[in-house]
Every structure is written in C-alpha cells, then in structure tokens.
C-alpha cells in the first residue's frame, strides 16, 4: 500500500508565501511523474504544477512565476515554494504520484489535501 502525506498549508496574508510538502511511503518501487493539483469549493480539480521523474516542470498559467515546483527523488518528496500568494489561490490542495507498486504496474495515488486560505 502507498501512502501520500501533505504537509506545509495554512493561513497566509496576500503577499506571502508558502512551502508544501508531499512525502510518498509504503511499497515502492519507483516513481514517475509527481504533482499539486488545488480545488477550491465549487470548482474543478486543477492542475497546479507537475514535474517528472527526470525534472521536467508543467505549470498552470495561474502559478507560472510565482511557484516552483520540486522533488527529492531520494526521499520520495515533491515540493511546491508557493510565493507572491494572492487570495484566488485559496483552495485544498492535493498531491499525486504515477507509483510503480510491487506488481510492477503504474498507479495513481492522491494525498489528503492541505487547506491553503490567503487572506487579503
């Protein structure tokens, strides 16, 4: 079994900024393509930022220059450096991971949610 473990939302004025964290654990055999999706109420699941097993970076039109997207291959993490956070960007946000399980085969795995409220 994988888990996907947030960590890093909270309470922020405009302005400022946040780091969420993302750690994978369980039976793992290896990792592909990880991400932070948001959903604020009401609203789709969107895509926020991705990046591969190899570094290669995704970001919505939303988060382009103001986030930045990172993981530890080591550690089984991905990071998302949320900075210049506007109150549009209030929503729960999810982490998912393309998890290569003991049967060899791809699954995606989603985190809790971490709530993330910008103020204004």
């Known amino acids: 079994q994988v888990q996907l473990v947030e960590s890093g939302g909270g309470l922020v004025q405009a302005g400022g900024s946040l780091r969420l964290s993302c750690a994978a654990s369980?039976?793992?055999?290896?990792?592909?393509?990880m991400g932070w999706y948001r959903q604020s109420p009401g609203e789709q699941r969107e895509l926020v930022a991705r990046?591969?097993?190899?570094?290669?970076?995704t970001y919505a039109d939303s988060a382009k220059g103001r986030f930045t997207i990172s993981r530890d291959n080591a550690k089984n993490t991905v990071y998302l450096q949320m900075n210049s956070l506007k109150p549009e960007d209030t929503a729960v946000y999810y982490c998912?991971?393309?998890?290569?399980?003991?049967?060899?085969?791809?699954?995606?795995?989603w985190g809790q949610g971490t709530l993330v409220t910008v103020s204004s």
């Open positions: 998912s991971a393309s998890v290569r399980t003991s049967t060899m085969r791809y699954l995606e795995v």
């Open positions: 369980g039976s793992i055999f290896g990792i592909n393509a």
């Open positions: 990046i591969t097993s190899g570094g290669s970076t």
